[in-house]
């Protein structure tokens, strides 16, 4: 998955996912740059997590191509279980 560039929540990365833990609720973001095409290593998409109790607790995830690509699919797998 995508490297962690910043980070007050507690989170684990095992098995190729992450779990965060914060004592309230979170909001996620999800920035895209302005310049386009990229190269596939570059960062396509970075996740944001930011603490609705501490906005100061904030995680950022880098995504490249691939790791952006393995993201929509899980999406995508996890929304067709539960259309069924």
Request: glycine share 8%; proline share 4%; aromatic share 2%.
């Amino acid at each position: 998955m995508g490297r962690v560039t910043r980070g007050a929540a507690d989170f684990q990365i095992q098995d190729g996912r992450i779990t965060m833990e914060l004592s309230g609720g979170a909001t996620v973001y999800l920035d895209t740059p302005d310049a386009q095409p990229l190269a596939e290593s570059q960062t396509h998409a970075t996740l944001r997590i930011v603490s609705d109790v501490a906005p100061d607790a904030e995680t950022e995830l880098e995504l490249d191509a691939g790791q952006l690509e393995e993201i929509q699919s899980a999406l995508a797998e996890a929304t067709e279980a539960h259309d069924d």
